[in-house]
T-cell receptor
Framework: GESVGLHLPTLSVQEGDNSIINCAYSNSASDYFIWYKQESGKGPQFIIDIRSNMDKRQGQRVTVLLNKTVKHLSLQIAATQPGDSAVYFC?????????????FGAGTQVVVTP | GAVVSQHPSRVICKSGTSVKIECRSLDFQATTMFWYRQFPKQSLMLMAT?????????EQGVEKDKFLINHASLTLSTLTVTSAHPEDSSFYICSARDNRISQGRGSPLHFGNGTRLTVT
């Protein structure tokens, strides 16, 4: 399944399948990107990050792809599990911001079905 | 490591009263902390950047006199919602950047578990 995270859409994925969550960003000055997972009633949890001098980074069951040409970021989750059900946010940091603050995208709700 | 604690987790207050929310970094020092606000089914919106020993920097449209921020030490920042109204009801989340990481700007922020504020 695939989803564009611009207005909190829902991505329904069957357990065991791969998930792809997309995020578009607009700031050309952004040089650092992070994916966070947020479960209901909790704060965001770090999943994986990528700097702008890379186009791919892999973690455990997760891969982040960055396409700076079209300002697009994606998160791939392999073998999606019920515990992956949550809202996923991409966040970006501008190279011009002295404090390193993060701006969040709209988010995507991932629902894992048995 | 890198735990951020927020207190309280939930608070209900009456309209016109003030509420203080604490954000603590438990096992690291944070010169810089950030306060976010999140409405249901929406994203996190940055409210302000809190810096230890100096005035907070507020995002456009955020009233500094309504949302008072005090970063009194390297492990504590507080957000006080003054004269709260029902429209201030929201989920407030803080985050902190670990001073130990030399390339701080290129490291992820650590988030607290948020404070659910309900103003009646």
């Amino acid at each position: 399944g695939e989803s564009v995270g611009l207005h909190l859409p829902t991505l329904s994925v069957q357990e065991g399948d791969n998930s792809i969550i997309n995020c578009a960003y607009s700031n050309s000055a952004s040089d650092y990107f992070i994916w966070y997972k947020q479960e209901s009633g909790k704060g965001p949890q770090f999943i994986i990050d990528i700097r702008s001098n890379m186009d791919k980074r892999q973690g455990q069951r997760v891969t982040v792809l960055l396409n700076k040409t079209v300002k697009h970021l994606s998160l791939q989750i392999a073998a999606t599990q019920p515990g992956d059900s949550a809202v996923y946010f991409c966040a970006e940091r501008s190279a011009t911001d002295s404090w390193g603050k993060l701006q969040f995208g709209a988010g995507t709700q991932v629902v894992v079905t048995p | 490591g890198a735990v951020v604690s927020q207190h309280p987790s939930r608070v209900i207050c009456k309209s016109g009263t003030s509420v203080k929310i604490e954000c603590r970094s438990l096992d690291f020092q944070a010169t810089t902390m950030f306060w976010y606000r999140q409405f249901p089914k929406q994203s996190l919106m940055l409210m302000a950047t809190s810096n230890e020993g100096s005035k907070a920097t507020y995002e456009q449209g955020v009233e500094k006199d309504k949302f008072l921020i005090n970063h009194a030490s390297l492990t504590l920042s507080t957000l006080t919602v003054t004269s709260a109204h029902p429209e201030d009801s929201s989920f407030y989340i803080c985050s902190a950047r670990d001073n130990r990481i030399s390339q701080g700007r290129g490291s992820p922020l650590h988030f607290g578990n948020g404070t659910r504020l309900t103003v009646t």
